[in-house]
């Protein structure tokens, strides 16, 4: 593909996931708006506390087998060895199955012995225990590898948009009916489990189409040693994954730990806010990686580069705009939507919105790093900016309250996008990628 032709078609994938992240995240708020006038902060944060909760162990657990497969795969359908790719698709799927069965049992069994820190009674417990099934479900890593890898990104824009407007029929109904916590909860969990089938089903649809090759049945041995680094690759970027989601989930139970479910409340209005910026972000990350993957694998330098500056630039001014918003609205958006009692969290908001602006603008770092195989240094980028996130946090809530949490996130997104700058292009400069 050429460097005009692949632009294009980068825009186009990337318009389609947009699209569909713009609906789901719209419909997210409204679920959101409807959840926090029935629930109110206290059992809100409750509930995103349990949420963030099981997200942090199934992230933890759960192999982030998408990397792999669309790296390897990518590599693989460079050389035109189908079979191959059919291979890592079938380990994908193994490492899907065998972490995400793990995943929910350690994690059921650590919300009993995390119960105490977390402030949970005997009732709140059990319940968070039930709620990790949606990890054992969840086997959707390889399913999204492979619709991104031969571009179904219509796909999936649909199961979002699909499942964000089912789950926003059940809250409303569920609020009209004077349905209790557990109910809220139940309807949360069932969103996501549904999310995870419908990604596995149109995957696997896809692949029976494609028909030899598509699925080869391998040993593991076989996979590794075609796939040299593939262990180390696999293991790295789910230690980076780990690390990541400190700052996207568990930073909810931090809040909730050292200031309340009713301040973990507030946050979580915050954060569904926020993610308004963040949609572009997460829609260009999912379009550009197998983009990327391909250019490197086709050693096209300069184009990669190119692709890394102008997308950034791209994405990053459209939040700035969308961040002004929220700092001329927001405070009246939140008492119009949600209620008085949430007004409060505009402040932690404006923060959260411009830490997200950075990480916008920085948003082809990670994809770039994945695919020009250096997850290693990407870890150790990620361990270094999430080991300094955990250590002011705690400091800035106790010093500014929930606003600090805003600002721990703004110094994270600043320290890692500087130091994954000066990494990637040492890697460039040493030829070590």
Known sequence: M???SMLPHLLRNAGVLLTGNTVSSLFGVFSLVVMARALGPEQLGTLAIIQAYAST?????NFQ???MVVKFGSDALARDDNRAFGRLVFFGTLLDASSALLGAGIAALAAFALAPLLGWDESTTHVAALFCITIALDLSGTPKAVLRIFDRFNELAMVQVVVAVLKFIAVLFAMFTDANFPVFLAITGAALILNHLLL???????LRQRGDGAIQPASIRETVRENPGIWQFVWTTNLSSGLGIVTKEFDIVIVGGLLGSNAAGLYRVARQFASLLSR??????HAVYPELARLWASKDVSTFRSLMVRGGIGAGSVAVGLWCVL?????????????PGYVSAWPVLLWYSMALVVGIFGFSLEP???AMGIPQKMLAVHAASTLLYVVILPQ???ASGLVGAGIAALIFQLTWATTMIVVQRQSETHGNS
């Open 2 to 4: 050429t460097r005009q």
């Open 57 to 61: 162990m199934g992230v933890l657990f």
């Open 65 to 67: 087998s998408w990397h």
């Open 200 to 206: 596995l089903s149109l995957a696997w649809h896809l």
């Open 280 to 285: 572009p972000l997460e829609a260009l990350y």
């Open 327 to 339: 700092w001329l609205w927001g405070e009246a958006l939140l008492g119009l939507s949600v209620g």
């Open 368 to 370: 770039a790093g994945y």
């Open 396 to 398: 800035l809530l106790w």
